[in-house]
């Protein structure tokens, strides 16, 4: 069965960076697009970025630009996300998805989270 386990939340001071990993199982990892979405405390679900199966081709949220950076290492089933200019409402539950197919960012199958708090 799939799993996707994701680590290295933490807390992290504005202006601060952490980097995200998501291990993944139970599929054929280098033939599927993986995305990164988070939730803020008492908000919706929001996609922060994706990364196409063989990392050719890589799409952030607006907000996200220039301060994340998504990459993979399909040979070690992994996905990252790194962070830098972190800030307060960065703090959310952040989460991995495997996406639908080779360029499909639609996220079918989820992590449990990792928690990033960015405070002073």
């Known amino acids: 069965q799939v799993q996707l386990v994701e680590s290295g939340g933490g807390l992290a001071q504005p202006g601060g960076s952490l980097r995200l990993s998501c291990a993944a199982s139970?599929?054929?990892?280098?033939?599927?697009?993986m995305s990164w979405a988070r939730q803020a405390p008492g908000k919706g679900l929001e996609w922060v970025s994706g990364i196409v199966y063989d990392g050719s081709d890589i799409a952030y949220a607006d907000s996200m630009k220039g301060r994340f950076t998504i990459s993979r290492d399909n040979a070690k089933n992994t996905v990252y996300l790194q962070m830098k200019s972190l800030k307060p409402e960065d703090t959310a539950l952040y989460y991995c998805a495997r996406g639908g197919g080779t360029k499909n960012y639609a996220m079918h199958y989820w992590g449990k989270g990792t928690l990033v708090t960015v405070s002073s």
């Open positions: 139970g599929f054929t990892f280098n033939i599927y697009a």
